[in-house]
């Protein structure tokens, strides 16, 4: 099946800087993939939506202004955590898919904001 | 609007028993429905999808699970429980039919455990 990597996979920063997180889709291309937002013992939640070379859309609730997102080619997306506070320390999921074919998810990435 | 519900947040069963994890859905439009399985610190794996086509949908791992319309549900089952099976199932359904753009809309979880 198709591949999705996510990097880093873990990631500790100080309250107030930024991250970023990168979602790559290794052995096809996806114009569209989705950020997920889980918290421990919890479901994923919908973040947003990255279109290739447009706008993400983001779901209700969710700062467009906090949580980047960018699109730049077929094959990567970023998601970047904006002033980073405690609150935002979650595990992070991308997913992708190519026509026709299901979303394969990413491993994942635990951010722990200090 | 489309929605999951995973009845059950944590089920318990003997090596060997059967697993059954319920799932019913909410759907306008004919759906596409997913299980998917997360290990501690993981992302998710699909474990089976529905479409189209045959109700009975088998799996990796041994398992499978049957799309019931008029009861608008998708049970994951498997015969006889590993102890590698222990981990969080998440049954999911698509907005629009398992493109590329499709949102994916999860249940809350059923966390399995396995007992010796």
């Known amino acids: 099946g198709a591949v999705v990597s996510q990097h880093p996979s873990r990631v500790i920063c100080k309250s107030g800087t930024s991250v970023k997180i990168e979602c790559r889709s290794l052995?096809?291309?996806?114009?569209?993939m989705f950020w997920y937002r889980q918290f421990p013992k919890q479901s994923l939640m919908l973040m947003a939506t990255?279109?290739?070379?447009?706008?993400?859309?983001?779901e209700q609730g969710v700062e467009k202004d906090k949580f980047l997102i960018n699109h730049a080619s077929l094959t990567l997306s970023t998601l970047t955590v904006t002033s980073a506070h405690p609150e935002d320390s979650s595990f992070y999921i991308c997913?992708?898919?190519?026509?026709?074919?299901?979303?394969?998810f990413g491993p994942g990435t635990r951010l722990l904001v200090l | 609007a489309q929605s999951v519900t995973q009845l059950g947040s944590h089920v318990s069963v003997s090596e060997g028993a059967l697993v059954l994890l319920r799932c019913n859905y909410s759907?306008?439009?004919?759906?596409?429905l997913f299980w998917y399985v997360q290990y501690p610190n993981q992302g998710l794996q699909l474990l089976l999808k529905?479409?189209?086509?045959?109700?009975l949908v088998k799996g990796i791992n041994g398992f499978e699970a049957e799309f019931k319309k008029s009861e608008t549900s998708f049970h994951l089952t498997k015969p006889s429980a590993h102890m590698s099976d222990a981990a969080e199932y998440f049954c999911?359904?698509?907005?629009?039919?398992?493109?590329?753009?499709?949102?994916?809309?999860f249940g809350s979880g059923t966390r399995l455990s396995i007992r010796p």
């Open positions: 990255s279109n290739e070379g447009s706008k993400a859309t983001y």
């Open positions: 759907s306008s439009v004919p759906p596409y």
């Open positions: 052995d096809f291309q996806a114009t569209t």
């Open positions: 997913s992708a898919g190519d026509f026709q074919e299901t979303q394969y």
């Open positions: 999911a359904v698509s907005d629009r039919g398992g493109s590329s753009a499709s949102k994916i809309i």
């Open positions: 529905y479409t189209t086509g045959a109700t």
